[in-house]
Structure formats: C-alpha cells, structure tokens
C-alpha cells in the first residue's frame, strides 16, 4: 500500500512536470507569404489594429507583423543557435583591406583599399547587390562591380563565399607636354574568396573577415607629336585580405 501511494504521488508531480518541458521546447513560428518565417514568443494578437502580431525574437527584438502577411502560424520546436534574423532586407558591407602581390606597372607589393557593398539578401542565403571600391597601388582607382555573396549557413558565426566584377576606372589626371599626351584607360575588375561572417551579441551588427583574390587591368595610351599612338596594357593580380562589419 505505501509503494501504491509513493507512485501516485510521483505520477501527479511527473505528469506536470513532464508537460511543463514539452513547452518549453516550444516556441510559436510565424509563417508569412512572401517566405519570411519568424520564430519566438508571440506577446499578444491586437484585434483593434488590423489584428497585428507581436512577437518577441532571439535577442529580445519585439517585432509586429501586419496580419495580411501571415500565411499560418504553429508551434514549432526551438532550433538551436539558429540567426533569426536572416530574412529578406537590405545588406551593407564596409570593409578595408590590403592587397598583396606583385604587377605589371610597378613593383610595388602592397596597396591599401576601401569596399562598400549595398544590396538585397534573400531567404535562400544569396545575397546580390552592387559594389564600390578604392584602392591605391601607385594609381588611385575606383570601381563599380556587380556583388554576389552567399552564406552557407543560417547561424550566428558563418562563412561565405562572395564574387564580383566591373569596371576599374584610373583617377590619374592625364599628362600633357611637347613630347607627347599621356591618357589613361579603364579596364575591367573581378575578385572573389571566401569568409568568415559573425553577428554580435546584440544581434545588430557583423564582424567580417575575408580572404580571395582580385585582378585589376587598366592601359595607358600615349600620343605622340607625331600623332603615333602606343597603348601599354596592365595587370594588378593581388591577394585580398579584409576586415570589416556588415548589417
């Protein structure tokens, strides 16, 4: 009788117990229609303003989502060390770098350079937007590339592989003199590697790291006083390394 009553007394606190664990494995997951999918604790559903939702995210961001956009919503269980976040929405990079190697101009083996690229990220991880450089290796150059990234992974801390291409324009000023007029040329950019992407604790901002390989050619035509024109061609082929953060 006294083992009777230990295992009814075991089975009333078990019971709860066991279904207090269940919930808390749980977490409520909004699904919406453009493919946008938001996991957390729904705060509360507002029937008087177009039955908003309110849901609160990893790292304490409460956001409202308008109902129109909700195609279901469910309890789901938690993902662990899953990046929330990583829906579509506008990307920036900024970064420095120093790029490595020797060329066809000079023989000057390193150059400093600035990136930004801004553009869309979509649910499936590809990022694709436009890029902007300046670099200086003994001629100042700025570019304007096509910029295509891509995380293989949903988590906080990820690598990526990125890839771009456009056109590399001189900012040396032209030179003129009685012997002959010195013109330089645009050519082309293309560069790609790969990298390591880590979002803050605060979950607002990245730390990038990146490692690749860039080429730059541009060409400088000389006219003549007798009007004979020579073009020389050049090639930058440098190691990429940078440093920067992204949102």
Known sequence: MHKVFQFLILLCFWNPLTIIGQTNDLEDVIYLYDGGIWRGEILERDSTNSYNVKIKI???SVVVIKSETVKKITQEKKLANTYYLNTSHYYNFTSIGVLIGDNTYSNTPVGPSFEMANGYRWNSGILTGVNVALEYIDVNFIQFATDVRYDFTKEKITPFAYANGGINIPLAQNVSNIFSDINYNAGAT????????????ENTICFIWSLGYKVNTFSI???????RREVSKYTFQKLNMRIGFAF
């Open 58 to 60: 990893a790292g304490g």
């Open 190 to 201: 293309a560069g790609g590697g790969v990298g390591i992407r880590a979002r803050s604790k």
């Open 221 to 227: 035509t000389e006219i003549l006083s007798n009007d």
